[in-house]
């Protein structure tokens, strides 16, 4: 008698708020996967509108298959990934955001790719980033926002560098390794880099080129709203701060991390002809130690206005490639 290889249970953690038009589109997707052995666990964070009836619905439909856990009132995105992750059964762990899209084979395909690299803590694949109104794809996210389409991999300090961006919605990890108390909920937007930070502070995650994740573009993205944006730099400098009360051994990479967070406030400072915050800033970076990037950060603040908006404004493939390598040198 052949013995069957081992499929281990996944558990898909979605996150759902006031997304009527795009939920059905994302269960479907969640449904139409061409792996088996996994729960989908849907968490909905106290939605106004009919964001709980269709969930209801498919609960109805799939009541073996998914799992759903409704907040009476809205919470946060942490709390409300914290309740889903509360629920898993899994051996692995996998995440989804409730506008993005999986393609059939993702789940398939990481749970060999994990089974091939047993070494691995977890692993993540490319994305596709597409316009919601028109459904046109913008370009792999390697390319659209790190300005290449090589993945980082490996232990913490080979991808938990400057300005290198990946999709949650992109990683699987092995559940045992997930942090016990799961997301910090003082963290209203990022407390998901502490808790990758968590998860893969000891063990590797690997990459692989796959676009398995379709990344919707839409008005109401984080990286639409100017005021998320704006405070963004705090919740950045609020996570290196947690990360190194916790890991002190961890202080190189996040000194390097946060010089450049604090660059970039810098150029977006100049960018805006706010030149008081702009100096202080750079004095900050210079005080803290990280000389290079702060003669980078002056030299660079002081390219006239229009020059500065061409390097730090729009995303990374918009830009002229002597740029690119300009901002990845300054950052890094």
Not at 78 to 97: F, K, S, V
Not at 238 to 245: K, S
Request: proline residues 5%; charged residues 20%; aromatic residues 10%.
């Amino acid at each position: 008698m052949t013995r069957q290889p081992h499929t281990p249970k996944v558990s898909v953690v979605v996150c759902t708020y006031n997304q009527e038009n795009l939920v059905t589109e994302t269960v479907e997707s969640l449904l139409q996967q061409t792996y088996d052995n996994y729960e989908i666990i849907i968490t909905d964070d106290g939605s106004t509108d009919a964001t709980p009836d269709i969930l209801h619905h498919y609960q109805t439909l799939y009541p073996d298959r998914i799992k759903i856990a409704f907040s009476a009132h809205n919470t946060g995105i942490p709390a409300n990934i914290n309740r889903g992750l509360a629920l898993r059964t899994g051996e692995l762990t996998a995440w989804l955001d409730g506008d993005d899209l999986m393609l059939p084979q993702k789940l398939e395909k990481q749970v060999a790719f994990m089974q091939q690299h047993p070494q691995a803590t977890g692993c993540y694949h490319d994305a596709d980033v597409f316009d919601s109104d028109s459904g046109l794809s913008l370009g792999r996210m390697s390319q659209v926002y790190n300005g290449t389409t090589h993945l980082k991999q490996g232990y913490l300090r080979d991808w938990f560098v400057p300005r290198n961006f990946f999709l949650p919605s992109s990683i699987m990890a092995w559940s045992h390794a997930t942090p016990p108390h799961g997301y910090d909920e003082r963290l209203k937007h990022l407390s998901e880099v502490v808790f990758f930070v968590e998860t893969f502070r000891t063990g590797q995650l690997l990459a692989f080129n796959d676009p398995l994740v379709r990344y919707r573009r839409h008005k109401h993205n984080v990286t639409a709203d100017a005021q998320a944006l704006d405070r963004m730099y705090e919740y950045e400098l609020l996570a290196y701060a947690i990360l190194e009360a916790r890991y002190p051994d961890i202080y190189p990479l996040l000194k390097r991390l946060r010089a450049s967070c604090m660059s970039a406030a810098a150029l977006k400072a100049h960018r805006n002809r706010d030149m008081e915050r702009r100096n202080a800033i750079t004095q900050n970076i210079w005080a803290e130690g990280a000389w290079l990037p702060a003669i980078a950060t002056f030299a660079s603040t002081r390219i006239p206005g229009p020059w500065a908006a061409t390097l730090s404004g729009g995303t990374t493939s918009a830009r002229p490639k002597w740029i690119k390598r300009l901002v990845r040198f300054m950052l890094r």
